[in-house]
C-alpha cells in the first residue's frame, strides 16, 4: 500500500449518532426560543369588546418618540383601554380623566398583550388578565408579576410616551 492509499480511520457509528443528535437538540432548542406567536405581535386592539387591530399607523410610531402623541384622550373609554403594539404599550384610563400606562408584553411568557376589555388586559396566549388600575395579575392568571409602569404625559386631549 502506496501513502496515497492509507486508510483514514472513520468515525466510530456511536460519534456519528451523537453528532447527529446533538444537532437535532441545537434545532429544537433554538426554535423553542421565541418569545412568542409571531402572527400577534406588534398587534393591538381597542378596549371595550371593540377587538379591533391598532391599524393607525400615524398615531402608533409617533407614540416611539417621547412627547409624540399616541392618541386623543377620547380615543381611551373610560373603565378600558387600547393596547399600542408599535409603541409597546397600553394605556388605560380606570377612571375618566385618569390615564396609566403599562407594557404591552405580558409576564407569563413575554406574549404581546392584545386587548383591553371588562377592567383587564388580557393576554391570548396563556390567558392572563391585569388590573387596568396599576397593572397587577388577576386572580386565576398564570402569571404572577405585574405589568411594568410606562411613563406618558396628558397635555390638553393627547396622550403621549413621556
Known amino acids: 500500500m502506496t501513502a496515497s492509499q492509507e486508510s483514514v480511520p472513520s468515525p466510530a457509528r456511536r460519534t456519528v449518532v451523537a453528532a447527529v443528535g446533538a444537532v ?4 429544537a432548542l433554538s426554535a423553542c426560543g421565541s418569545s412568542g406567536d409571531a402572527s400577534s405581535k406588534g398587534k393591538g386592539s381597542e378596549g371595550g369588546g371593540g377587538g379591533k387591530a391598532d391599524t393607525a399607523g400615524s398615531g ?4 416611539k418618540e417621547k412627547g409624540k402623541p399616541l392618541a386623543k384622550t377620547a380615543d381611551i373609554p373610560v373603565g378600558g383601554g387600547k393596547v399600542f403594539g408599535d409603541a409597546g404599550v397600553v394605556v388605560t384610563q380606570p377612571k375618566k380623566g385618569e390615564f396609566k400606562a403599562f407594557t404591552n408584553i405580558c ?3 413575554q406574549c404581546p398583550v392584545s386587548a383591553v376589555e371588562g377592567g383587564t388586559i388580557n393576554c391570548p396566549c396563556h390567558h392572563s388578565k391585569f388590573s387596568i388600575e396599576d397593572g397587577s395579575p388577576q386572580p386565576g392568571s398564570p402569571a404572577t408579576q405585574p405589568l411594568a409602569a410606562k411613563q406618558i404625559t396628558v397635555s390638553g386631549d393627547s396622550v403621549g410616551l413621556a
Do not use: F, L, P, S
Open 24 to 27: 437535532g437538540v441545537a434545532a
Open 60 to 63: 402608533a410610531a409617533a407614540g
Open 107 to 109: 409576564t407569563h411568557r
